[in-house]
């Protein structure tokens, strides 16, 4: 059973997620300026948009982090899991995530974020 609530939890799990899109969209950057697209401009404006919207947002979330002495720790990955310690008032509780939920749970915020549906903080 966890000792952190879930508000936190969802907070400690941003801080997760949004590293992993914004390293998506940056590769996403590199392909669309080699790509063979005549109008490239309005591909990268929005993903230098969501990127920056993004970065904002994963700020926050550090700094509260910082404040309420939190942390997030990845611990080791493999091809299926990855597992992370998350460090909530002094209690250490281990977090095992199935690889392809995390590719969904990135993909279903790079959506968010394109169509600007993402949850308001």
Do not use: C, W
Not at 11 to 27: Q, T
Not at 75 to 100: C, L, Q, S, V
């Amino acid at each position: 059973m966890t000792r952190i609530p879930e508000n936190i939890h969802d907070i400690m799990e941003k801080a997760i997620y949004l590293p992993m899109v914004l390293i998506i969209l940056n590769r996403d950057i590199k392909a669309v300026n080699n790509s063979t697209f005549k109008l490239k401009r309005p591909y990268l404006d929005l993903i230098e948009d969501t990127m920056r919207e993004i970065q904002r947002e994963l700020a926050e979330v550090k700094q509260y982090m910082k404040k309420n002495q939190l942390q997030v720790i990845e611990i080791k990955r493999d091809d299926a899991f990855t597992m992370f310690m998350f460090i909530y008032k002094g209690y250490e509780e281990n977090h095992n995530y199935f690889n392809p939920r995390i590719r969904n749970k990135v993909q279903e915020l790079m959506v968010a974020y394109f169509l600007k549906k993402h949850p308001s903080r």
